[in-house]
């Protein structure tokens, strides 16, 4: 482990803010890590860990010490008749890992193409795209348990149910800091089959409704590049709220005064129905498509992307968070929840 001072940050998160961290420690193994987190504590410091920057929004530079996920490593662990069994990495890229996959005849993440960050945050996030989510494959999760340090074996493993995911979250928001993720095993089921549910891919496919699991990702990239910046050219996120999730009754209140609402059902919750609004669509009709706000601005291809040009910071980029966020408030009576993690 070697600890440096006073590092930039730009370079390790993809809205290309320029802030620094007091000290910064890359994290390439277990013990690695486990060494990082005593340091800390022994010297009293907060600490940070990161990764891909993809989901991060950094307003001002970080005290303590700052952890870069770097812990590398794919295998198929195991391949029977019902799914194939495999360990990745924290600190592998997430599109590379799914590219990995389906090279290794391994199919099931296709639709999760493409999505910027590392395999430790996609159970964090619980991401998802096009009707799948990383949760549907979770088998554990393996963490540093920041509550057993003084214990002989402060690693654990937690199950698919003892990650507690639902839509965007897991239990790593639930308790921001005590778990520290370091390998991901994914179980894909066997047979596979397609997920096209989504209207973006349905129009891919108008004459075939099972197209191999490489057209499938195909597509999702083509998708997602005519929708989303390159953060390597335009700093940016992905998609910076949450899709807000309302009740039977106000879906049908915001459809009888707005005809055109473009939502969604989604499982019930104890019993009660509830339906997942485009939060882009929203954004959109309230007209910020394009807008620009100094450093800071909405994608002019998708409302649903906050975007960076260059010399803003962290907090421009929230007061333009905050300010779309009243209008949508003023006009729907919803709240949107940003997605991205802010740091200090």
């Known amino acids: 482990m070697r600890i440096q001072e006073n590092i930039s940050l730009q370079q390790f ?18 013990e690695d890590l486990l060494a990082s987190v005593l340091w800390a504590r022994t010297h009293h410091l ?23 996920m770097s812990i590398e490593g794919k295998e198929v662990r195991q391949r029977d008749a019902t799914s194939t069994l495999i360990r990745v990495g924290a600190g592998e890229d997430w599109h590379d890992f799914v590219t990995w996959t389906l090279e290794n005849d391994s199919p099931g993440l296709e639709n999760l193409a493409l999505i910027p960050g590392t395999c430790g945050a996609a159970p964090i996030q619980n991401i998802g795209a096009y009707g799948t989510e990383i ?12 509550t057993l340090l003084e214990s002989d074996n402060p690693w654990i493993y937690l199950s698919q149910p003892q990650c507690e995911f639902n839509y965007r979250h897991s239990i790593f928001k639930s308790y921001p800091g005590r778990f520290i993720v370091t390998g991901v095993t994914l179980r894909l089921p066997i047979p596979w ?86 939060a882009g669509w929203l954004i959109d009709q309230c007209g910020f498509k394009g807008y620009k706000m100094g450093s800071v601005g909405v994608y002019d291809k998708q409302a649903l992307v906050l975007i960076h040009s260059g010399g803003g910071t962290g907090k421009e980029l929230l007061a333009l968070a905050e300010m779309i966020n009243k209008k949508i408030h003023a006009v729907y009576g919803v709240d949107l929840i940003q997605e991205p993690v802010c740091l200090p």
């Open 13 to 30: 998160n993809t809205f290309g803010f320029d802030v620094s961290a007091a000290y910064f420690s890359k994290i390439t193994s277990k």
């Open 46 to 68: 907060p600490l940070h860990i990161i990764g891909g920057g993809s989901n991060l929004v950094l307003t001002e530079n970080l005290p303590g010490l700052t952890c870069l």
């Open 135 to 146: 949760s549907e494959f979770i088998d554990q999760v393996e963490v540093l348990d920041t």
């Open 193 to 278: 089959s397609p997920h096209l549910e989504y209207a973006d891919l349905k129009k891919e496919f108008t004459n075939t409704s099972k197209p191999p699991p490489i057209e499938i990702f195909q597509a999702v990239c083509r998708v997602r590049q005519s929708k989303l910046p390159d953060p390597k050219v335009l700093g940016n996120a992905g998609s910076f709220f949450q899709n807000p999730i309302v009740s039977e009754p106000k879906h049908s209140e915001l459809k009888e005064k707005f005809p055109h609402l473009i939502s969604y059902p989604t499982p019930a919750i104890e019993g009660q129905t509830y339906f997942k609004l485009a």
